[in-house]
């Protein structure tokens, strides 16, 4: 029981948006700590991550989804099919809209799209930070004139504002059940794929505007010390030309370092343990179309998405 008398309630929620909403920030916050990778750079999510957030009001399972975006590439494609499987999923859609920006074509498009999710549905304005008040009643009033959402909640994930309140909303929308996931979980992914996207943010952090769409990650091999103490990670940056390469490494080497150097610090800190990475750029033409390769990213970083 949750305060003595209420059963505890367990349940998914799909944060749903267009790029660069404020999906993993707000998600990462409720969690307490970074768990999905955050950058300024649209696309940034890929894959549909699981979050697990467990206290005394019972267990909520959170899909931290890619940005729904007109698909160019093979990649694309799967990228949104992930975001949209995840809202036909849930028990609760939140979806997410950046207050700062006009309304446009995505964005009735997702309207549209969240009017025929089965779950409870709920909307999300975010980034009242960087918006007059005055502007935020029109933006609710289009939104309410749809009728798709029960709860139309102002928010701003970078500063909190609002987040305890539309958090404890989501609460109350979850079935009642025991949790599904082992209550000392944070993620259902496993550590590569967390090792891989650690990688790529710095890789997002370090490379200018049009590298980020055109790299990926692969971990290539994964092994863990006799003690345990020491984890060893072979990985392969992916670049689709000669020239992203050589940016991508940088003058001797430097840029590669670099990215490797932080990467390592950061995944040292997410696993408790020392990590020894080495790091390579791989050319690997026109990737984002390789049906396989793509295939292969994805048996190496989705989590397992069944109880625990």
């Not at 102002?154 to 209550?183: K, M, N, Y």
């Not at 072979?234 to 000669?242: N, T």
Request: glycine share 10%.
């Amino acid at each position: 029981m949750t305060d003595g008398s209420s059963p505890p309630r367990c349940g998914s929620v799909a944060l749903i948006g267009r790029p660069n909403a404020g999906k993993s920030t707000l998600m990462n916050r409720w969690l307490g700590q970074k768990l999905a990778i955050v950058s300024d750079k649209p696309q940034t999510t890929r894959h549909r991550l699981v979050g697990l957030l467990t206290e005394e009001r019972g267990q909520m399972i959170f899909f931290d989804t890619p940005g729904v975006h007109k698909p160019l590439h093979h990649l694309n494609r799967q990228m949104v099919r992930h975001a949209i499987e995840a809202l036909d999923a849930a028990d609760v859609v939140c979806l997410l809209v950046d207050a700062s920006t006009p309304f446009g074509g995505g964005d009735a498009y997702l309207l549209e799209r969240a009017g025929r999710a089965p779950g409870a549905r709920v909307l999300a304005l975010n980034k009242i930070d960087r918006v007059a008040k005055p502007r935020l009643l029109p933006l609710m009033a289009r939104y309410g004139a749809a009728g798709t959402f029960e709860e139309i909640v102002p928010i701003s994930a970078a500063t909190g504002e609002g987040c305890d309140e539309l958090l404890a909303l989501l609460w109350r929308r979850l079935p009642e059940g025991p949790p599904r996931f082992d209550p000392e979980l944070l993620t259902t992914q496993p550590e590569r794929y967390h090792a891989a996207e650690r990688i790529r943010e710095q890789v997002l952090a370090q490379t200018r505007d049009e590298l980020p769409f055109t790299t990926a990650v692969q971990i290539e091999r994964w092994e863990e010390g006799g003690d345990s103490a020491q984890t060893v990670i072979f990985a392969s940056i992916l670049v689709e030309s000669p020239g992203q390469k050589k940016i991508l490494i940088g003058k001797g080497g430097e840029r590669v370092r670099e990215i490797g150097t932080r990467a390592r610090l950061d995944l040292q800190e997410f696993l408790g343990r020392r990590v020894h990475l080495e790091l390579h750029v791989r050319h690997a033409p026109r990737w984002r179309e390789d049906a396989r390769l793509l295939a292969l990213l994805e048996r190496d970083l989705e989590g397992d998405l069944g109880s625990g």
